[in-house]
């Protein structure tokens, strides 16, 4: 489930540090905020991953890249995006548009990925009930509507006592997110006034505070605006126009009100259904061919957004560069996730097409807060490490220990047994190194494996024309890993998932400050990675 996190300017507006950094007021670092994910920590103090380091290394060691596939199992791919299109997967067994299964694998004209919350008419899920909803629907028909309900308490004590967990937290759930709509609702109509008529009396001024003191507003809508502008610290505008930061203030809340919104209408409405859209018999948890060829589906902002992390175009002039993008990294977009909680039956099949259709690293952002058919997806977890794939995912953004509180998929079982040892799980860090975990980021000694930058992270978004914006989250964070152990894997092709995730994990840049909060207490480093893979390759005398 996408979370909305609020950037640390609007934060700071409302005086809220949950979801930015505690002392956001302290300068940051001078350096390029729309490339900080790829600084070098040696020499800008800035936690990024190194990447320019990295790629001269590997060119100085004549280290030639081979053709790796990620799996980017997300919301879908904008595969027509600019700075993506080239790096894209295309299915060379496969003839586009025939309506035949050419490869026989299963999935008709499945030429870029394949889309598992489709419909084969071609009709899509957009919007889901969380994990949370479709539990609770199902204990309150049990529990609660059946005619046998009173007895049923008694026949399941442990479903029972579940479901009056379940209920208490959707109702304060629903509670939180029916305020949430109202306020940002009514904090959305005053800004779309206010903020464009101070934006037109502003006019070309330069914003500083002799100009603020100095500026005297005529209309009522810009006196509003200003009255609203003045409680923001200077800290959260410095460096920006009038115009780019009330826009910027403007989007997010616009964007918390779709968000509330949604989580009342669509991800806590207890009528909804949209599977029926699918077409599968959701029942049947090995049922595995179902779904269509769009990979982009109705919203892949998101997915967009995560593979330009990892192999946005680079050198190209436009844009953004992603980790692994100069071209031997390519994008295969697997559509699992809606707006509202992943299914346990789609993770675990976008998984295994991955796997069967030669995905070598998944990058999973994305999680829960209850997985009822978690076996699958350990299953499917198994499945890809047989098949020799590096799994990389999201440790979530709720800002909790999930050494205590599990956030899914996890790879312990109910015993704290490890489930399969391929997995990378990841927390997002900042380019503020006296607030190095974000405010937002999940954390355990023993569940989250590294930090990567996941911030204010710049990268593409859908628009044919090309757009590009910030977006934080682990979500952000696991990408970056996913795209470092591409790029390494692709330059030393003989080294097995394992050892990848064995020369991630042991080439950080540690800090105190994550040492218990992670397994490594560090931040992924590719610069050191690939001098890593490189001793490893010489040791198992590999060419």
Do not use: C
């Amino acid at each position: 489930m996408k979370k909305f996190l609020l950037s640390i300017s609007v934060a700071m507006f409302f005086g809220i540090t949950s979801y930015a950094q505690e002392t956001a007021a302290i300068p940051l670092p001078k350096v390029d905020q729309k490339y900080w994910q790829h600084e070098s920590f040696e020499e800008s103090g800035v936690y990024g991953v190194n990447t320019q380091k990295a790629l001269q290394f590997l060119e100085s060691k004549k280290r030639k890249p081979s053709q790796l596939i990620v799996g980017v199992l997300d919301s879908g791919v904008e595969i027509t995006h600019p700075d993506l299109k080239d790096n894209i997967w295309t299915n060379t067994k496969e003839i586009a548009g025939n309506g035949i299964d050419d490869d026989k694998n299963g999935y008709i004209d499945d030429i870029h990925g394949w889309n598992f919350i489709g419909g084969k008419d071609g009709k899509n899920v957009d919007g889901d009930t969380l994990e949370l909803t479709r539990l609770f629907v199902k204990y309150q028909d049990l529990f609660e509507k059946s005619t046998n309900a009173t007895s049923n308490k008694t026949k399941f004590p442990k479903e029972f006592e579940e479901y009056q967990k379940i209920k208490a937290e959707f109702e304060n759930k629903l509670a939180e997110a029916k305020q949430g709509a109202a306020q940002y609702g009514q904090m959305d109509e005053i800004f779309k006034v206010a903020f464009p008529a101070l934006v037109k009396e502003w006019g070309e001024r330069d914003l500083n505070e002799k100009n603020m003191i100095s500026f005297k507003p005529t209309s009522k809508e810009a006196q509003q605006g200003m009255i609203i502008f003045g409680m923001v610290p200077k800290e959260a505008w410095e460096g920006k126009s009038m115009k780019d930061f009330l826009k910027e203030m403007t989007d997010e809340i616009s964007g918390g009100a779709k968000y509330y919104k949604e989580q009342v209408e669509i991800n806590l409405n207890t009528d909804l259904d949209p599977r029926p859209i699918v077409g599968d018999n959701y029942a049947n948890k090995s049922e595995h061919i179902y779904g269509n060829n769009d990979v982009d589906g109705p919203d892949s902002t998101h997915g967009t957004h995560v593979s330009g992390i990892i192999a946005a175009k680079s050198g190209n002039g436009i844009g953004m560069d992603g980790i692994a993008g100069n071209g031997y990294v390519k994008i295969m977009s697997v559509r699992t996730v809606p707006n509202g909680d992943e299914r346990d039956k789609d993770v675990a099949n976008a998984i295994r097409y991955a796997a069967d259709n030669g995905a070598k690293v998944l990058n999973m952002s994305f999680g829960k807060a209850y997985s009822p058919d978690k076996q699958i997806v350990w299953d499917a977890f198994k499945y890809a490490e047989k098949k020799g794939l590096l799994l990389i995912k999201a440790a979530g953004n709720d800002n909790i220990n999930i050494d205590e509180e599990v956030h899914y998929p996890t790879v312990f079982d109910g015993n704290g047994a490890i489930v399969s040892k391929n997995v990378i799980t990841v927390g997002a860090n900042t380019m503020d190194n006296d607030n190095l975990k974000a405010g937002f980021s999940n954390f355990g000694k023993k569940s989250v494996d590294v930090f990567a930058p996941g911030n204010d992270i710049y990268s593409t978004v859908p628009n044919k024309e090309g757009e590009y914006k910030n977006e934080s989250g682990t979500s952000m964070a696991s990408p970056v890993v996913a795209g470092v152990a591409a790029l390494v894997w692709a330059h030393y092709p003989k080294l097995t998932a394992i050892d990848i995730k064995q020369i991630l994990l042991e080439s950080v840049n540690k800090n105190p400050a994550l040492t218990d909060i992670s397994v490594t207490g560090g931040v992924v480093d590719a610069y050191k990675a690939v001098q890593l893979a490189e001793k490893m390759y010489v040791t198992k005398k590999l060419k």
